[in-house]
């Protein structure tokens, strides 16, 4: 495990050699792993990381359903609703489901629709790893909303090597150099065996050169 101020370290120098922008870049974690097996769907990486100071950009939540769910999405400001007809209209449509797909990074679904989302939206979100979240009646999905607002998921399918956002120049580097010790953390924490499955792990900009870590 490379410790925070190597972490923090690389991060400043990151943004040090990008090129100056008048807009704030994302600033992207490329994770390289090895001696693992990653055909072997066990070895495989999909985890949702909450992150302490999140991604600092909007990220997508659409929530699928009726009635109170709809009410609690308005007062969580989700950016889409779908209703069970629209769920519906959407499978006949592939050229719009993809775009939803596409879009909104999580999806929450009451238990009642997940039959329909399955059926007509499943070939869209499945492969993208972005099959709804469940929700039983009488959840509250307000504080879901509130941590998946300020998460990453990380889903590596048959690939050693990985990338996430971990933050966006407008942050402070000690910000940033925290949500990557959460996410190398947690990442080596599933690996077979831990820090010894990574290889390395650089640190860029959107347009700057990438800085390794250690």
Do not use: W
């Not at 790893?129 to 929700?135: A, D, F, K, L, Q």
């Not at 090597?161 to 947690?186: D, L």
Request: glycine share 8%; aromatic share 4%; proline share 7%.
């Amino acid at each position: 495990m490379v410790d925070r101020a190597k972490i923090l370290e690389a991060v400043k120098t990151a943004v040090e050699k990008a090129p100056k922008r008048k807009f704030s870049e994302s600033i992207d974690i490329t994770i390289n792993l090895k001696n693992i097996d990653m055909a072997q769907p066990k070895n495989r990486i999909d985890e949702t990381i909450m992150l302490p100071h999140g991604t600092g950009e909007s990220i997508g939540i659409c929530v699928i359903g009726k009635g109170d769910i709809v009410t609690q999405a308005k007062d969580a400001k989700v950016d889409l609703i779908i209703g069970p007809e629209e769920v519906e209209r959407l499978g006949g449509q592939p050229r719009e489901a993809r775009k939803v797909a596409s879009k909104y990074r999580y999806f929450l679904a009451e238990t009642a629709v997940m039959p329909g989302v399955g059926r007509y939206l499943g070939p869209r979100l499945g492969p993208r790893g972005r099959m709804p979240m469940p929700i039983t009646s009488g959840q509250d999905i307000r504080p879901i909303v509130e941590r998946l607002k300020n998460s990453v998921k990380i889903r590596t399918k048959d690939k050693t090597v990985f990338s996430t956002k971990v933050g966006t120049t407008a942050m402070k580097p000690e910000q940033v150099a925290e949500n990557i010790e959460t996410i190398v953390k947690r990442v080596e924490s599933v690996l077979e065996q831990g820090p010894l499955n990574v290889r390395s792990v650089f640190v860029k900009t959107t347009m700057g050169p990438a800085v390794r870590l250690g």
